[in-house]
C-alpha cells in the first residue's frame, strides 16, 4: 500500500518570499506520479503541479517547482514569491501510473497562510 | 469546456436515511472518482467508475455505493446514514484514469448528518 506523510500541519510566509512544503511518501513501486494540489477556502481542488516518477528533471510551474528525491521517497514543494491568493491548504497525493489502481493518495494536507 | 459539476452542493440529512449524491464530469472524460473529505481523515478514496464500471474500490462500508451512466456521469449513494459520514464529498474526472491524466475536481457537496 501507498503512504503519503505531510509532517506540517500549518505554515506561514510573508508575502513575495520563498516557502517551502514538505511531503515524504512510501511505495514499492517505480511507476507512478506525484502531484501536489491546492484547495483554496472555497473548496475547489486544483492541481499545482504534477511530477513523472520516471523523469530525473524537477517539474516546474511558474512561481511552483518540486525537489523530487526518488531514493528518499521525497517530494517537497517550493512556491516563489509568495501571493496572497496562494493562501490555502496543499495536499501532497500520489498515484499508481496505471489505470486498474486509479486512485489518488493524499496526505493529511498543510495549511499555508501567506502574510501580507 | 465547462468544468467538473457536483449536486447538490448542500445537503442535510438525518441519521438512518439514505442519499444521492451527482456529478457530471468534463466532456469526453470517462473515469470519474470520488472522495471522502473529513477533518480527522482526510482525504480517502471511495471507488471509481470507467466506461459504466467500478475499476476500484476504497476501504468503505458497503452502505457508500456507486454507478456511472453511459454518458459517464456519476451517482454515489449513501445508505442508512450515520453521523461520522458528515463530510465533504468530492469528485473528479479524468480522461482515462491513472496518474498519466489529470485528474479535475468538481467543488464538492457538503454533506451534513444530524
Known amino acids: 500500500a501507498q503512504t503519503v506523510t505531510q509532517s506540517q500541519p500549518e505554515m506561514s510566509v510573508q508575502e513575495a518570499e520563498t516557502v517551502t512544503l514538505s511531503c515524504t511518501y512510501d511505495t514499492s513501486e517505480n511507476n507512478y506520479y506525484l502531484f501536489w494540489y491546492k484547495q483554496p477556502p472555497s473548496r475547489q481542488m486544483i492541481l499545482v503541479i504534477r511530477q513523472e516518477a520516471y523523469k530525473q528533471q524537477n517539474a516546474t510551474e511558474n512561481r511552483f517547482s518540486v525537489n523530487f528525491q526518488k531514493a528518499a521517497k521525497s517530494f517537497s514543494l517550493k512556491i516563489s514569491d509568495s501571493q496572497l491568493g496562494d493562501t490555502a491548504m496543499y495536499f501532497c497525493a500520489f498515484h499508481l501510473g496505471t489505470g486498474a489502481n486509479s486512485k489518488l493518495t493524499f496526505g493529511k494536507g498543510i495549511t499555508l497562510s501567506v502574510r501580507p | 469546456k465547462a468544468g467538473v459539476t457536483q449536486t447538490p452542493r448542500y445537503l442535510i440529512k438525518t441519521r438512518g436515511q439514505q442519499v444521492t449524491l451527482s456529478c457530471s464530469p468534463i466532456?469526453?472524460?470517462?473515469?470519474v472518482s470520488w472522495y471522502q473529505q473529513t477533518p480527522g481523515q482526510g482525504l480517502q478514496f471511495l471507488f471509481e467508475?470507467?466506461?459504466?464500471?467500478?475499476?476500484n474500490k476504497g476501504n468503505f462500508p458497503g452502505r457508500f455505493s456507486g454507478r456511472q451512466f453511459s454518458n459517464s456521469r456519476s451517482e454515489m449513494n449513501v445508505s442508512t446514514l450515520e453521523l461520522g459520514d458528515s463530510a465533504l464529498y468530492l469528485c473528479?474526472?479524468?480522461?482515462?484514469?491513472?496518474?498519466?491524466?489529470?485528474?479535475?475536481f468538481g467543488p464538492g457537496t457538503r454533506l451534513t448528518v444530524t
Open positions: 473528479a474526472s479524468s480522461l482515462y484514469g491513472g496518474g498519466r491524466d489529470e485528474q479535475y
Open positions: 467508475y470507467f466506461s459504466e464500471t467500478q475499476r
Open positions: 466532456s469526453g472524460h470517462r473515469s
